[in-house]
């Protein structure tokens, strides 16, 4: 029999809470998120564990651990046999495009009194941590042209100085010679 709550109830109030915030969370976080449970399958995840995983258009359910890239299956195994959190292993994934994916990975099993029991995966895309390098040191390679250019300017500027001050002074002892327009 299905039962249908009341908003107004306390218990009603918490629930859809929790679904709202489950809602916001899933579709803002920028990390990749997905638990596995213990037979393998994948119970629950982000779009965008999903894109990254390159299982955006699976059917929902038919993903599971063994369908995941061998790198990614051996740091689930280990959280699930160890019992403990592997905390950002940095993997490549290849695609099926050839472009190499990197991936920090953390796997934390959701419980410890069950071993063998379900692994929640975070996945954290560093290639925008790539670009971001990349953008700070053209950045601090056209700082340090634009200082070594400004530096240069005023090395010229030392140096016009007294050969303007000369021609002054020549143009006022000699306002009258052949080249003093």
Known sequence: MNQ???TNSPQAGASYEACRFGDALQERVVC???TVDARGGIVASTPHAMELLGL???PSGAATAASLPPPLQTVIREAQDGGRPVIDRAVVLSSAGGAAAGLLITAVPVSRAA???GVAVLLK???SLEKLESDIRRLDRLASIGTLSASMAHEIKNAMVPVR???G???EKH???ELAG
Request: proline share 8%; no cysteine.
């Open 4 to 6: 249908v709550m009341s």
């Open 32 to 34: 990749g998120l997905f």
């Open 56 to 58: 955006r258009g699976a």
């Open 115 to 117: 071993p063998d029991g």
């Open 125 to 127: 895309d560093l290639s």
């Open 165 to 167: 001050t000369f021609v």
């Open 169 to 171: 002074l020549l143009l």
């Open 175 to 177: 306002p009258d010679a």
